[in-house]
């Protein structure tokens, strides 16, 4: 009997969860408001993230126990070192720069100023992963295929980048990051259409896709595009240097055109979204699809066109990947940028401006967390539990809202994010 | 409060940036010989070659006094990145591990001529004179394998799965089912390889990863439904998975890879018959040696049967399966094998 009335009533469904994962990610906030609580949540992240490294560190503990005073002192020490070590890693070391610029050794400023072009090199995928996952949000999709789409959006550019010899470089980058685009477009076109033909739920079918995006391009990698002179090994062939995204800099600096791109792909989106009639119908179907389709507006359209786009953002992640950096394709192509962006875009509001603020945020952390590690040999993955606080924190603002006695919004803010339930209820 | 708390908080943060940046540059007190090791993305624990590899790093910090780090990398763009923050640290010797890392390592190696690197599992042709590759014969070892594994099978069937068709991983399998063979041949008996057939080397079985543990358990019991009793997995972590289906089934053995899984993994010591192992360990520590020593030369260096750099393990727990006439005709075998008499797979030598 228990089991009966449990069934008739499932606890959440996905798509009320999805309706408010998306209701937050696209609340209306001040602008004050929309950096306090990132700050804050940065900051509680870093003091929490602080904790785990002493927690998890064994000197720590035979610090302790030598004395209480020791084991503080030696907390203070690790974090201090850590975290300065993220720093420098991330932004860099001040006096380093200032000795290299003495100096005047080319090789030892590049080397100095490398950290923070670094972080921009990591965050550009982020910023393009992020964009395409707020698209979707704002119209009212949930886009988890991203990590597929990029995987496509890689294999297409890196097959345009290899194959074609002989074109110019200005025909020819172009040609292999449009094809990276139209390969996560095509991706994303699919769950698209099943949402709007037959109403398949985004959410499973772009999880399904993933799989299927990995297990393709696996095979290609193993089958039709090794590498000839690879014994087989599941690499593709380098890509023609007329494919390539230009670094501006000799080694080791990484950085490249590609994080204008990413810049520029920021802006036409928020040119789409806000200043076209497209932009509007899209966000309407996104906030209330009742609305939006008693005002006459295309409903299907509007979903299809959407999940290309999306898509579309998430193959150019791929592609900058392969053009740009890698220049040639491998299984390992991606540290799960399609998920990591699914958080940037609720942190950055699913606004441009708030993803590219992410997504500079994700990367500068990353980036960081190497020299961290080299350092003290602390793991990357704390940057995974720190990413992690933040969203967290950033999720429940109520959180911060109480650590740091902050006064809560104005009622009407609250009323002004109203969002209308979604996919056919 | 809460304002007072923030600017609080504010300059304590301030402060305590300001006065560590202006540290003086901390004075170069001890220049002890750094070993670095950079993973490909399967991780510094994947208890395959990034693990074994490390294991020669830490031997190294041992038994030689050196300094040991490492990077993980998280995805394919992290090995450039951990490269340059390895020459910027100034590493004496850097470690690469795996073909992943094989473009990387070469430009890197080629823009720091300065720099000695060493790739295991990976060599080039022609050689870079800063870099030493770590190659392997490994199926000398695997021939081995498979002959004890066909003399010990009870239901005339032994198994063999790896992770992807990539000849570091097919060399295992190719000299498996040549040491099955040449066991029939020997005997008259006709012991049947699953998962490998050295007539058709682009056939095989395999998981196409090589951390899902629940694959590795799927494939073990999907091949012991088909009658195999004597499994070697090669796919690092996954046959953890299948040890434990056949843990769980009982009857039925495994042969570990690349270190000696009776030891790395003893929960699984009564049911592993042996390992054929790789000892990346041993090249790497020598390699780190011949850096420090100043005998460093580029080029590559070969683990095979007759340096020990690829042997099978002993048999622990298992010791009394094996009689002292088959360990008699191991030895035959491998002494066969050393001369030359037994012919492995031409696709698989290493000139």
Same mark, same amino acid.
Request: proline share 4%; glycine share 10%; charged share 15%.
């Given at each position: 009997?228990?089991n009966?009335?449990?069934?008739?009533k499932?606890?959440v469904?996905?798509?009320?969860i999805?309706?408010?994962?998306?209701?937050?990610?696209?609340?209306k906030?001040?602008?004050?408001?929309?950096?306090?609580?990132?700050g804050?949540?940065?900051?509680?992240?870093?003091i929490?993230?602080a904790?785990?490294i002493?927690?998890?560190?064994?000197?720590?503990?035979?610090?302790?126990?030598i004395?209480?005073?020791?084991?503080?002192?030696?907390?203070?020490?690790?974090?201090?070192?850590?975290?300065?070590?993220?720093?420098q890693?991330a932004?860099?070391?001040?006096?380093?720069?200032?000795q290299?610029?003495?100096?005047?050794?080319q090789l030892e400023?590049r080397?100095?100023?490398?950290?923070?072009?670094?972080?921009?090199?990591?965050?550009t995928?982020y910023?393009f992963?992020g964009?395409?996952?707020?698209?979707?949000?704002r119209?009212?999709?949930?886009?988890?295929?991203?990590?597929?789409?990029l995987?496509?959006?890689a294999?297409?550019?890196?097959?345009v980048?290899?194959?074609?010899k002989?074109?110019?470089?200005i025909? +020819?980058?172009?040609l292999?990051?449009l094809?990276g685009?139209?390969?996560?477009?095509?991706?994303?076109?699919i769950?698209?259409?099943?949402k709007?033909?037959?109403?398949g +739920?985004e959410?499973?079918?772009?999880?399904?896709?993933?799989?299927i995006?990995?297990?393709?391009?696996?095979?290609?990698?193993?089958?039709?595009?090794t590498?000839p002179?690879?014994g087989?090994m599941?690499v593709?062939?380098?890509?023609e240097?007329?494919?390539?995204?230009?670094?501006?800099f000799?080694q080791p600096?990484?950085? +490249?055109?590609?994080?204008?791109?990413?810049?520029?792909?920021?802006?036409?989106?928020y040119?789409?979204?806000f200043?076209?009639?497209?932009g509007?119908?899209?966000?309407?179907?996104?906030?209330?699809p009742?609305?939006?389709?008693?005002?006459?507006?295309?409903?299907?359209?509007?979903t299809?066109l959407?999940m290309s786009?999306?898509?579309?953002?998430?193959g150019?992640?791929?592609?900058n990947?392969?053009l740009?950096?890698?220049?040639?394709?491998?299984?390992?192509?991606?540290?799960?940028y399609g998920?990591?962006s699914?958080?940037?875009?609720?942190?950055?509001?699913? +606004?441009?401006v708030g993803?590219?603020?992410?997504a500079?945020?994700?990367?500068?952390?990353r980036n960081?967390?190497?020299?961290?590690?080299?350092t003290?040999?602390i793991?990357?993955d704390?940057i995974?539990?720190l990413?992690?606080?933040?969203?967290?924190?950033?999720a429940?603002?109520?959180?911060?809202r109480?650590?740091?006695?902050?006064?809560?919004?104005?009622?009407?803010?609250?009323?002004?994010?109203?969002?209308?339930?979604?996919?056919?209820? | 409060m809460?304002?007072?708390f923030?600017?609080?908080?504010?300059?304590?943060i301030a402060?305590?940036?300001?006065?560590?940046?202006?540290?003086?540059?901390?004075?170069?007190a001890?220049?002890?010989?750094?070993a670095?090791?950079?993973?490909d993305t399967?991780?510094?624990d994947?208890?395959?070659?990034?693990a074994?590899?490390?294991?020669g790093?830490?031997?190294?910090?041992k038994d030689l006094?050196?300094e040991?780090?490492?990077?993980e990398s998280q995805?394919?763009a992290?090995?450039?990145?951990?490269?340059?923050? =390895?020459?910027e640290?100034?590493?004496?010797?850097?470690?690469?591990?795996?073909?992943?890392l094989?473009?990387?390592?070469?430009?890197?190696?080629?823009?720091?001529?300065d720099?000695?690197?060493?790739i295991?599992?990976?060599?080039?042709?022609?050689?870079?004179?800063n870099?030493?590759?770590?190659?392997f014969?490994?199926?000398?070892?695997a021939?081995m394998?498979?002959y004890?594994?066909?003399?010990l099978?009870?239901?005339?069937?032994?198994?063999?799965?790896?992770g992807?068709?990539i000849?570091?991983?097919t060399? =295992?399998?190719?000299?498996?089912?040549?040491?099955?063979?040449?066991?029939?041949?020997?005997?008259g008996?006709?012991?049947?390889?699953?998962?490998w057939d050295?007539?058709?080397p682009?056939?095989?079985?395999f998981?196409?990863?090589?951390d899902?543990?629940?694959?590795?358990?799927?494939?073990?019991?999907?091949?012991?439904?088909?009658?195999?009793?004597?499994?070697?997995?090669?796919?690092?972590?996954?046959?953890?998975g299948?040890?434990a289906?056949?843990?769980?089934r009982?009857n039925?053995?495994?042969?570990?890879?690349?270190?000696?899984?009776?030891?790395?993994?003893?929960?699984?010591?009564?049911?592993?018959?042996t390992?054929v192992?790789?000892?990346?360990?041993v090249?790497?520590f020598?390699?780190i040696k011949?850096?420090?020593?100043?005998?460093?030369?580029g080029g590559n260096?070969v683990?095979?049967?007759?340096?020990s750099?690829?042997?099978l393990?002993?048999?622990?727990?298992?010791?009394?399966?094996?009689?002292s006439?088959?360990?008699?005709?191991?030895?035959?075998?491998r002494?066969?094998?050393?001369?030359?008499?037994?012919?492995?797979?031409?696709? =698989?030598?290493?000139k």
């Amino acid at each position: 009997m228990k089991n009966e009335t449990d069934k008739t009533k499932p606890a959440v469904s996905i798509e009320e969860i999805s309706t408010n994962i998306l209701a937050s990610a696209t609340k209306k906030k001040s602008f004050w408001s929309a950096l306090v609580i990132p700050g804050l949540a940065l900051l509680t992240g870093l003091i929490l993230g602080a904790l785990f490294i002493i927690v998890t560190s064994g000197e720590v503990y035979s610090a302790f126990q030598i004395s209480f005073g020791s084991g503080l002192a030696t907390s203070w020490e690790i974090v201090s070192k850590s975290y300065l070590a993220l720093f420098q890693g991330a932004i860099g070391n001040p006096a380093a720069m200032v000795q290299a610029l003495i100096s005047g050794d080319q090789l030892e400023i590049r080397r100095a100023f490398n950290p923070f072009l670094e972080s921009l090199v990591v965050s550009t995928p982020y910023i393009f992963a992020g964009l395409a996952v707020a698209l979707g949000f704002r119209a009212g999709l949930f886009n988890i295929g991203v990590e597929g789409q990029l995987f496509i959006g890689a294999a297409a550019s890196t097959f345009v980048g290899y194959s074609i010899k002989g074109l110019p470089a200005i025909i +020819h980058m172009p040609l292999a990051l449009l094809a990276g685009a139209l390969g996560g477009a095509f991706w994303g076109f699919i769950p698209g259409w099943l949402k709007a033909k037959t109403g398949g +739920h985004e959410v499973i079918n772009t999880i399904m896709m993933n799989w299927i995006a990995f297990r393709f391009t696996e095979w290609l990698l193993t089958g039709p595009m090794t590498r000839p002179d690879s014994g087989r090994m599941p690499v593709s062939p380098i890509i023609e240097k007329s494919a390539e995204i230009p670094q501006f800099f000799k080694q080791p600096i990484r950085f +490249h055109l590609g994080f204008f791109i990413a810049l520029g792909a920021a802006g036409l989106v928020y040119w789409l979204l806000f200043k076209t009639t497209w932009g509007f119908n899209l966000r309407t179907v996104g906030a209330n699809p009742r609305a939006a389709k008693y005002a006459g507006m295309n409903i299907a359209k509007n979903t299809i066109l959407a999940m290309s786009l999306s898509g579309a953002l998430a193959g150019l992640a791929g592609a900058n990947q392969i053009l740009a950096i890698n220049r040639s394709m491998a299984i390992g192509l991606s540290a799960g940028y399609g998920y990591d962006s699914i958080a940037l875009a609720l942190i950055g509001n699913s +606004h441009p401006v708030g993803v590219v603020l992410a997504a500079i945020l994700f990367g500068t952390l990353r980036n960081g967390a190497t020299r961290m590690m080299v350092t003290t040999r602390i793991p990357i993955d704390i940057i995974s539990i720190l990413q992690a606080l933040i969203l967290m924190f950033v999720a429940a603002p109520a959180i911060i809202r109480s650590i740091y006695r902050l006064k809560p919004p104005k009622a009407e803010d609250e009323k002004a994010a109203f969002v209308g339930s979604w996919g056919g209820k | 409060m809460s304002k007072k708390f923030l600017t609080f908080l504010a300059i304590l943060i301030a402060a305590s940036l300001a006065l560590s940046a202006c540290k003086p540059a901390a004075a170069p007190a001890e220049t002890k010989f750094k070993a670095c090791q950079v993973t490909d993305t399967g991780g510094i624990d994947d208890k395959s070659f990034n693990a074994t590899a490390w294991k020669g790093v830490e031997d190294a910090v041992k038994d030689l006094g050196i300094e040991g780090k490492y990077l993980e990398s998280q995805e394919v763009a992290d090995y450039e990145k951990n490269l340059n923050t =390895f020459i910027e640290d100034k590493c004496d010797i850097i470690i690469t591990v795996g073909f992943l890392l094989g473009d990387g390592t070469k430009a890197s190696a080629e823009a720091n001529p300065d720099f000695k690197y060493s790739i295991v599992d990976y060599s080039y042709d022609p050689v870079i004179p800063n870099v030493v590759g770590q190659i392997f014969q490994t199926d000398e070892a695997a021939f081995m394998a498979g002959y004890l594994a066909a003399s010990l099978t009870k239901t005339g069937k032994v198994g063999t799965f790896g992770g992807l068709p990539i000849p570091t991983v097919t060399i =295992f399998m190719d000299g498996f089912a040549r040491g099955v063979a040449y066991y029939n041949e020997q005997k008259g008996t006709s012991v049947e390889v699953l998962g490998w057939d050295i007539n058709n080397p682009d056939g095989g079985l395999f998981t196409m990863s090589f951390d899902d543990q629940t694959k590795g358990k799927e494939f073990g019991t999907n091949l012991m439904d088909e009658g195999a009793d004597i499994i070697m997995p090669v796919a690092g972590p996954v046959g953890l998975g299948t040890a434990a289906a056949v843990a769980e089934r009982g009857n039925a053995y495994i042969i570990g890879v690349d270190s000696d899984w009776a030891v790395t993994n003893p929960d699984y010591s009564k049911i592993t018959l042996t390992s054929v192992m790789k000892k990346m360990d041993v090249t790497t520590f020598n390699v780190i040696k011949s850096a420090k020593d100043g005998t460093f030369k580029g080029g590559n260096i070969v683990g095979n049967l007759a340096n020990s750099g690829v042997d099978l393990a002993p048999y622990h727990d298992l010791e009394s399966m094996v009689t002292s006439d088959l360990k008699a005709e191991l030895d035959a075998v491998r002494a066969k094998l050393l001369d030359g008499t037994i012919k492995l797979s031409d696709a =698989f030598k290493i000139k």
